[in-house]
């Protein structure tokens, strides 16, 4: 019983990450740290795909000539992920620049004091 | 204060810089149209471009890099990948296939159809992504023009 | 049973995530999300997935860490010691943590080949890509052509983030008035 359950440590593995960058995104108030949440719950979900898609002795899924029983890790995951790291940067990107221009109009990136700048205007 | 040096002053990062980013570049392009055989891409050689492109930036100076690539030309850039991809799309569709069905491209040899389809796009998303990272490294050195506060 | 490699850089990855999450210096955090992406890509290739390895190291080990490193230059270095309680983000954290824990209880185990997602649409790519497309990475083979408008979509919002940056730091209407 032990041992099926231990079968499961990469989800687990993969959660503890996913909690760390939650955590960080929900109880920290600098906005580039919460962006750097992000990234990192961003890498457990890919880290999710990527480990459901490894099979037990299998290889990188690149096809090798003449073999025919070859036994070939899950390619699909690899693409849908491997989009979603460029897409992600770019989102990071576009996160980040916000950011900026926060700084620019308010002269902070900490949440508290920015609610506390949009309260006391009105 | 001390007056920060500037980065091209520093001759290790010059000399290595410079030894490196034509390698880089070479890598980039090796991964871009080697993508099919081994692992890459129009993904990752984007990235690899812009990469050793920011590196040059870094090292010697936005301006220098601005001659290399004016930011109207890798603005210009952004779309023209994207162009590319769906214009392959088109072009499958004019020869009497479906929307991005490469083997319309070559009816005789569809499989060859599917080779330059995939070259094609792969390098629409090459030339994309490598613009967009680039253009955003512009972005984010370039000082805003009105004061603050 | 042999050496568990991949269980110990996610031991290393984990680490790393923590020692992010407590920096109050965001330049050395900025590094570690370097250092962070690096391990992962290790992991990635250890999990036989080359080519999100590949996209990870040049991804989040080269361009973030420069993206961070620049939005930093423009806004602070520093973060502020945090004042409030943090029990409320921790409960949310937490509870999430245990909801999922029980939600990967029926899941298949790590590297099982009878798993459910290694038997719908894959064998049909793996055996159709040498016929039909005739190259031999079939991570290729999938994101260009048998899911060719999934990559044109991602292309495409690839597109819009670079534009939307460029409007939102350098768009023609900063120049027409001042803000603020």
């Given at each position: ?31 580039v740290?919460?962006v ?56 990071t990107a576009?996160?980040l620049a916000?950011v900026v221009?926060?700084q ?19 | ?53 920011i590196?040059?930036g870094l090292?010697?100076?936005l ?70 990272l680039i253009?955003i490294f512009y972005a984010l050195g370039r000082v ?6 | ?25 965001l330049f050395?955090?900025a ?32 361009f973030s860490t420069i993206l961070l490193l620049g939005a930093l230059t423009r806004t602070?270095g ?87 940056v460029?409007?939102?730091l ?11």
């Open positions: 019983m032990s041992a099926s359950i231990l079968g499961l440590w990469n989800y687990w593995a993969v959660i503890v990450l996913m909690m760390t960058g939650l955590y960080i995104v929900t109880a920290r108030d600098n906005l740290k919460k750097m949440g992000l990234n990192i719950f961003q890498v457990s979900v890919i880290m999710f795909y990527v480990s459901m898609a490894k099979v037990r002795g299998g290889t990188a899924p690149i096809l090798v000539e003449g073999e025919e029983t070859v036994l070939y890790s899950n390619p699909l995951p690899h693409v849908l992920m491997l989009t979603a790291i460029v897409v992600g940067v770019a989102t576009l996160a916000l221009r926060i620019e109009a308010y002269g902070t990136v900490e949440e508290d004091e920015l609610v506390r700048i949009d309260d006391d205007d009105g | 204060m001390k007056q920060p040096r500037l980065l091209r002053e520093e001759v290790i990062l010059r000399v290595v810089s410079k030894a490196l980013v034509p390698l880089i570049l070479l890598f980039a392009l090796y991964v871009q149209f080697h993508g099919d055989f081994g692992p890459g891409g129009g993904f990752q050689a984007g990235v690899i471009f812009a990469a050793g492109m590196l040059y090292i010697f100076g301006a220098n890099l601005q001659r290399v690539w004016p930011p109207r030309r890798v603005e210009l850039g952004i779309g023209l990948g994207v162009m590319l991809y769906a214009g392959v799309g088109v072009a499958t569709m004019v020869r009497g296939g479906r929307f991005l069905a490469y083997g319309a491209l070559d009816p005789h040899h569809p499989v060859h159809g599917q080779h330059l389809g995939i070259l094609l796009v792969e390098l629409g998303v090459g030339i994309t992504v490598a613009s967009t253009a805003p023009p009105e004061p603050r506060g | 049973m042999p050496f568990p490699v991949d269980a110990i850089l996610f031991v290393f990855l984990l680490t790393m995530a923590v020692v992010i999450a407590r920096r109050q210096e050395s955090a590094m570690l999300t370097g250092l962070f992406s690096l391990l992962s890509a290790g992991l990635f290739t250890l999990m036989d997935a080359l080519d999100v390895a590949f996209t990870e190291a040049a991804v989040g080990a080269g602070t520093l973060e502020y010691q945090q004042r409030r309680p943090r029990t409320r983000p921790l409960m949310i954290v937490f509870s999430t943590g245990a909801a999922l824990i029980y939600g990967t209880l029926d899941m298949p185990h790590f590297g099982d080949p009878a798993a459910a997602i290694h038997h719908h649409v894959t064998p049909d790519y793996l055996a159709r890509t040498p016929v039909e497309i005739d190259v031999p990475n079939v991570v290729t083979a999938v994101l260009a052509s048998y899911r060719g408008y999934d990559t044109l979509g991602e292309t495409m919002v690839i597109f819009v983030g670079g534009v939307g460029l409007l939102v350098t768009g023609r209407w900063r120049w027409r008035r001042r803000v603020r």
